[in-house]
T-cell receptor
Framework: QQPVQSPQAVILREGEDAVINCSSS?????VHWYRQKHGEAPVFLMI?????EQKGHDKISASFNEKKQQSSLYLTASQLSYSGTYFC??????????????FGPGTRLSVLP | ETGVTQTPRHLVMGMTNKKSLKCEQH?????MYWYKQSAKKPLELMFV???????ENNSVPSRFSPECPNSSHLFLHLHTLQPEDSALYLC????????????????FGPGTRLTVL
């Protein structure tokens, strides 16, 4: 039930755009996005809820296709500070509260000057 | 102190030792989590406490024992660990809606880097 993330890794130049995808084989309540820089704790970016509600930072853009159980994170005009590993966390419909939240394997993003 | 703190930051222990990891959140949240992060696997949810009651045990080996004495403190007691238990152990907290509802954003601590010899 672990979600799949793609690509596994991506290298960008400053100012370029990137899309990170997250997909699940299960129906989802929500998708959460976090970024973790090397040697640091994961930091919350956004939550996308079933029904269209979003919670998160204004500068982050993402989408959630409930029918396809997929989410995409859009990073535009990338900056050096965007470098890190991006994790999606999925909240699965039908499981109890304690067992329904699973993180994906992560996408490593490197932004070069 | 602000946010989520964890102690110690680094821990080296033998397989026969007993040690404890501590987590404290200063955010007034009502749910706390233990995660394991290793090179081979992504963030693995180990335990969840919501309103100080355990609501999750993800088939974690019994050599890991959590304790949540109040909503601000969380411990992970370790005994007779194996070398494969070496990993970064992250604590997180969030403010959850009682009786279910969608999960909210989690705030992570800096982690404890555990090495089992």
């Amino acid at each position: 039930q672990q979600p799949v993330q793609s690509p596994q890794a991506v290298i960008l130049r400053e100012g370029e755009d990137a899309v990170i995808n997250c997909s699940s084989s299960k129906a989802l309540y929500s998708v959460h996005w976090y970024r973790q820089k090397h040697g640091e704790a994961p930091v919350f970016l956004m939550i996308l809820l079933k029904g269209g509600e979003q919670k998160g930072h204004d500068k982050i853009s993402a989408s959630f296709n409930e029918k396809k159980q997929q989410s995409s994170l859009y990073l535009t005009a990338s900056q050096l500070s965007y470098s890190g590993t991006y994790f999606c966390g999925t909240e699965i419909v039908g499981s109890n509260y304690g067992q329904n939240f699973v993180f994906g394997p992560g996408t490593r993003l490197s932004v070069l000057p | 102190e602000t946010g989520v703190t964890q102690t110690p930051r680094h821990l080296v222990m033998g397989m026969t030792n007993k040690k404890s990891l501590k987590c404290e959140q200063h955010l007034g949240h009502n749910a706390m989590y233990w995660y394991k992060q290793s090179a081979k696997k992504p963030l693995e949810l180990m335990f969840v406490y919501s309103l100080e009651e355990r609501v999750e045990n993800n088939s974690v080996p019994s050599r890991f024992s959590p304790e949540c004495p109040n909503s601000s403190h969380l411990f992970l007691h370790l005994h007779t660990l194996q070398p494969e238990d070496s990993a970064l152990y992250l604590c997180a907290s969030s403010q959850e809606t009682p009786y279910g509802g969608e999960r909210n954003e989690q705030f992570f601590g800096p982690g404890t880097r555990l090495t089992v010899l």
